[in-house]
Antibody, heavy 123, light 107 residues
Framework: QMQLQESGPGLVKPSETLSLTCSVS????????WSWIRQPAGKGPEWIGR???????NYSPSLTSRVSMSLDTSTNQISLKLTSVTAADTAVYYC?????????????????WGQGTLVTVSS | DIQMTQSPSSLSASVDDRVSITCRAS??????LNWYRQKPGKAPELLIY???SLQSGVPSRFSGSGSGADFTLTIRGLRPEDFATYYC?????????FGQGTKVEMK
């Protein structure tokens, strides 16, 4: 059974760069889209973006100027960087695999998810 | 971006009750709609994909319906572990978007 684990600093200063890693076990990251999703306290999840093993990425337009994702198939890890953070970036950050099936078109969903890691932006 | 609106924002119910949660998209999304349950302090977990398909291992008391832009999650026979927050999510296009959530509380 595939498991995902996010890791990284829990506290980041304003204007600095948030860096997180998602470590995947129980299967290869190759061939799948991998998403980062964040959730501020008391709010719904927000999709940040995704990356596939070829390196192709899609980012949310609201974050595209500050976000970058990468992956390393040799270590089975996916990384997230978010620059110039502010208090508004304080949230629990999740990584998730995008899974799906194709009939007449692709039907996609997130499963599994990591347990999430809280990142607080504060001086 | 496609906006997802859930209703109600919260509801009170008892064990064994039947509850329904609705989700409306700001445009037609075919059946590219997923439902998740989130327990406090945990990651969301997939319940329903493609509007009405039950994820493997999810109890049959959960069901999804709808098409186009209007969708419903129904829980028949609420269990104690179902007191949680539920989210819909569209996968029609990126940026993927979620509803604001429906909190199911114990009456």
């Amino acid at each position: 059974q595939m498991q995902l684990q996010e890791s990284g600093p829990g506290l980041v200063k304003p204007s600095e760069t948030l860096s997180l890693t998602c470590s995947v076990s129980g299967g290869s990251i190759s061939g799948y889209w991998w998403s980062w999703i964040r959730q501020p306290a008391g709010k719904g999840p927000e999709w940040i973006g995704r990356i596939i093993s070829s390196g192709h990425t899609n980012y949310s337009p609201s974050l595209t100027s500050r976000v970058s994702m990468s992956l390393d198939t040799s270590t089975n890890q996916i990384s997230l960087k978010l620059t110039s953070v502010t208090a508004a970036d304080t949230a629990v950050y999740y990584c998730a695999r995008e899974t799906g099936l194709k009939t007449t078109s692709w039907y996609l969903w997130f499963d599994p998810w990591g347990q999430g890691t809280l990142v607080t932006v504060s001086s | 971006d496609i906006q997802m609106t859930q209703s109600p924002s919260s509801l009170s119910a008892s064990v064994d009750d039947r509850v329904s949660i609705t989700c409306r998209a700001s445009q037609i999304i075919d059946n590219k709609l997923n439902w998740y349950r989130q327990k406090p302090g945990k990651a969301p977990e997939l319940l329903i994909y493609a509007a009405s398909s039950l994820q493997s291992g999810v109890p049959s008391r959960f069901s999804g319906s709808g098409s186009g832009a209007d969708f419903t999650l129904t829980i028949r026979g609420l269990r104690p572990e179902d007191f949680a927050t539920y989210y819909c999510q569209q996968s029609y296009n990126t940026p993927y978007t979620f509803g604001q959530g429906t909190k199911v509380e114990m009456k």
